[in-house]
């Protein structure tokens, strides 16, 4: 199948503002492109891009004053395939795990494992180890957390998103990413598109979607805790330990987003 994705922002700045941006899609869905990703400005600007030290694509700029449209369209090929379950996949112990997974067992700015350790202890300690622990994190974030959008919060954290019980798909992709690593399963954080294909659609405008990815029989596999079943069409755009590594942009100055659209739909073909 094919999936159209792609964004637009509008931002105004009262004078030039540099901006950094982490939208393109990721390195390892590039040969699924069709065509290419480019992020177009209006006004055009000077670009620069470059590679964060997780391997995503970021690109800066200096935002004139004023008025900047930043917008993306691209198609993507796509398995169709829903998120793959494998119940058998088992926990690799702390000792065995390789030197790239261990930073994605440490607290992070979103997912404080020192102060949630205890509480992960007390849920999950006898849950099946492996994929059925991970699981079982996410039923119980899925259960505990009530989404909306008018919950979102660019500060709160796992432990306060445990305590308020409520927020939007970071929230549900922070706590059970801390979770994950107070059990010693390397977990990461993933941002991306992903439209409603596949499910019923929802009234709710669109936007960019949070997920993770645990590190599990020696691979990274998918986990959704807002959702909690395996969806069609994830477009992944970047990963890192939470929200502060993959923001979308990093403005430096005063800006206001006046306007922001995301769409992410399925290209039905003769």
Excluded at 27 to 52: C, E, H, K, M, Q
Excluded at 227 to 245: C, E, F, T, W, Y
Aim: net charge negative; proline share 6%; glycine share 8%.
């Amino acid at each position: 199948m094919r999936i159209n994705v792609g964004f637009e922002m509008i931002y105004e700045c009262p004078q030039p503002t540099p901006m950094i941006f982490t939208l393109n899609v990721h390195f390892t869905r590039v040969s699924d492109l069709i065509g290419r990703d480019d992020l177009v400005f209006d006004p055009a600007v000077p670009v620069s891009a470059y590679r964060d030290g997780f391997g995503n694509w970021c690109t800066r700029i200096v935002a004139p004053k004023g008025r900047l449209r930043v917008s993306a369209n691209a198609l993507v090929n796509d398995s169709g395939l829903p998120d793959a379950v494998v119940p058998h996949a088992q926990q690799v112990q702390v000792q065995d795990l390789p030197v790239e997974t261990l930073e994605y067992l440490l607290g992070s700015r979103y997912c404080e494992t020192d102060r949630l350790s205890e509480k992960a202890w007390e849920l999950f300690g006898t849950a099946p180890m492996g994929w059925g622990r991970v699981q079982a994190i996410c039923d119980y974030v899925h259960d505990h957390i009530e989404f909306g959008y008018e919950h979102a919060s660019v500060t709160q954290t796992a432990l306060e998103s445990l305590q308020k019980r409520k927020g939007v798909c970071r929230d549900f992709a922070h706590l059970a990413v801390a979770f994950c690593r107070c059990m010693n399963i390397p977990a990461r954080y993933c941002t991306g598109y992903l439209g409603d294909i596949g499910v019923p659609p929802v009234d709710d405008a669109m936007d960019f979607s949070a997920w993770f990815e645990a590190f599990l029989g020696g691979r990274w596999h998918t986990f959704d805790a807002r959702h909690n079943s395996p969806r069609i069409g994830r477009v992944l755009i970047a990963q890192g330990r939470d929200a502060s590594d993959v923001a979308l942009s990093n403005t430096f100055g005063p800006n206001i987003l006046s306007s922001f659209k995301v769409w992410t739909d399925e290209v039905l073909q003769a």
